[in-house]
Structures are given as C-alpha cells and as structure tokens.
C-alpha cells in the first residue's frame, strides 16, 4: 500500500526546502520555501519517535555531511541517504549508519550504478538530471531502462525535480508509469500539497508507490498537510497489510 515517506533535505549544512529548478551554482538563483531552525537530527528523532520508515536525506551540494552524520546518529540503520555518494565513500555512510545510500554517477561509473535516480520530464517524457537536478542526461526513462536498472537497485527514489518545491501537484502520470515499470519498491517526490496526495498516488499507481511531502508538511513550514495526518495514513495502511 501507499505510504507517506518522510525527508530532510539538506542544503548548506541547514535542513531546508528548496524549488528544486532553482539549485544552480548562483546562490542568487536559489529560491527556498523553508529553512529550519531544527537540525538534521531533530527531524531524524521525530520520525524515529513516529515510527515513520523510509526516510531519505539528501545532501544538496557540499557542507551537508556533518548535518547528515547527525541524522543517521539519531536513527541508526533507519534512513537512507543520497547525494554527494559514490562506490569509493559508500561503505563509509553504511558505517556511519545509513540503511541505504543512493550512490551518484561518477565519470568512471555508467548509468547502471546509479540507485537513487532524479528525472526531469521534457516534452511529455522524463530524463534523468545531475548535479543538484541542473545538468540534463540523454537517458530517458521508460520500461527499459527501468527494467536494466532494477537488478542493481532495492528501491528507487524519483523526485521529479520541475514539480520539486511548488506545491503545484504531483505527476500523476509519472506516478502511473512508476507503478507499471517497477517491481521493487518506489518513493516519487515532487509536487504534493495536502494528505489527500497520498490518495492520488495510491489510486494511481494501485497503491504501488510511496509519496513524500515536503514543502507542504506543517513541520517544513507548509499549511497544506499535517505531519500527524502523515503518520496517522501509514497506520491506516499499516492495518490492511
């Protein structure tokens, strides 16, 4: 069944909520929705007090590592963590407590290395996009490429990075493509504004993907979804499995 993934999202040290669009190497250019006067591992400690699982930290360019050591110390084997990771620091967040990491592409790796992947649609498609969503990549995804990258994956995060930060609404077709190619577990990210997305995205990916919401979420400053209506959700779920 659906389930409400959480996240902390990490930008210069700071957990903060950024229009991912605008995370370009111009701080002048970055718009953010949010910057917590929380650390990383107040948010770690509020999803372990919650029992929320699946939660993902996201380095969002350099001066997050700290931030992030923090959170995986707060929660120890229960978060995942992307951004910045390779083969060659991998082990060393999984030592320092990461239940995952989604490693980035590296110029000596290929595309099938990659287990945390971001898109970006185009023309009524999606392509995979790099370097804090801002560097565009040939490889479009479809059933295909999924089905090659499934065997090197145990899960996927997708955050579809032109909905990243506006509460305008999710990609309902993207979510359905998701749910169609996939057959290991999948969190899409990007767009949501209320409690009720959790809805549409079991509706329509037949409860086959999870959602985060980020901007939106009461303890990222939003108004339009409720941390505890989250949690409350994931019981709900929790009670039909």
């Known amino acids: 069944m659906t389930r409400f993934r959480p996240c902390i999202d990490l ?21 953010t929705n949010y910057v917590s006067q929380h650390s990383a591992a107040y948010y770690a400690n509020l999803y372990k007090e919650t029992n929320c699982l699946g939660a ?42 990461a239940e995952k990491v989604g490693l980035r592409r ?43 990258l499934q065997p090197f994956c145990s899960e996927f995060l997708v955050h579809a990075a032109d909905n990243e930060g506006l509460q305008a ?30 809805e549409l995205v079991r509706a329509a990916s037949d409860g086959k993907v999870d959602l985060t919401i980020g901007s939106a979420l009461d303890v990222f400053g939003g108004e339009g979804a409720k941390f505890v209506d989250c949690v409350a959700w994931n019981s709900v779920q929790e009670g039909f499995t």
């Not at 930008?11 to 718009?31: C, F, N, P, R, W």
């Not at 120890?76 to 999984?94: E, F």
């Not at 996939?182 to 899409?188: D, G, L, Q, W």
Request: proline letters at 2%; a negative charge; glycine letters at 10%.
């Open 169 to 198: 609404g999710i990609d309902h077709e993207l979510v359905a493509k998701l749910a169609e190619w996939c057959t290991i577990p999948v969190t899409y990210a990007g767009g949501a504004r209320t409690v009720e997305d959790l």
């Open 56 to 97: 993902h930290v996201i380095m969002l360019g350099p001066g997050n590592d700290d931030a992030a050591r923090e959170a995986l110390s707060a929660w120890p084997g229960k978060l995942q963590v992307g951004g910045g990771i390779t083969d060659q620091n991998a082990q060393q967040w999984i030592d320092a407590g």
């Open 106 to 148: 590296s110029e000596a790796e290929t595309r099938i290395s990659e287990l945390m992947t971001e898109k970006w649609r185009k023309d009524d498609t999606w392509f995979v996009a790099m370097n804090k969503w801002q560097t565009m990549t040939e490889m479009e995804i479809t059933k295909d490429t999924i089905a090659i």
């Open 11 to 31: 930008h210069a040290g700071q957990v903060k909520q950024i229009v991912g669009g605008t995370l370009t190497e111009k701080d002048s250019d970055l718009k």
